[in-house]
Every structure is written in C-alpha cells, then in structure tokens.
C-alpha cells in the first residue's frame, strides 16, 4: 500500500481553520472592549459593537465558508494525490497493463 503524506492537508487546514480561529482570538484579546469614540455598544439603534467584539461577528460569519473551504482543499489534495500515486505499486514497479475484458488472442 502506497503510504500518503499528510502534510499537504496539515498545511491547508493550517491556513483554512486554525490560522483564522487564532487570529480571531489573538484580536479579540488585543483589540479594546469599548468604542473609542464613546458611541454606545451594541447592536441596532445606532449602535456599534466594540473592535473586540466584532471580530468575533467576523469570526462567525465566516466559519461556514472557511469550514467548506477546507472540506473542498481537503478533497482536492486527495484527488491530487490518488493521481499522482494511483498508477505506482508499492514496490516502485508500474503495473502491467491488459488487454479488453476476455479478449485475449491465441
């Protein structure tokens, strides 16, 4: 059996889902709690949720996409390396090719 390697999909999920939740998390810690301008927080009637919690809002809204995207780089990187290594034996020797179903020639 041909062993894959999991790198590739490390590195995609690396960026697709680990990267944005820290980043969400790092600005949120980071970012004030408060409106600077001494607007009221909240959302509607005028209001505007403070730096740290938008970035949780942000973070909300795009989970989905970035779940989804990273189902599909997931996909692809298999797709990728099933063609690659679909072809090879695990002794490094390529397979015999035949000839159609039952037509074989005497």
Known sequence: MHRRSLRPYLVAL?????????LVLALHLLLPDHNASGQCTGLGFGCTPPPSDMVILLGYLAALPLLVLGLVACLVIAVVQARRGGGEQPDGHAPTQRSGAGSESS
Do not use: D, K
């Open 14 to 22: 690396g960026l697709l889902w680990v990267a944005p939740a820290v």
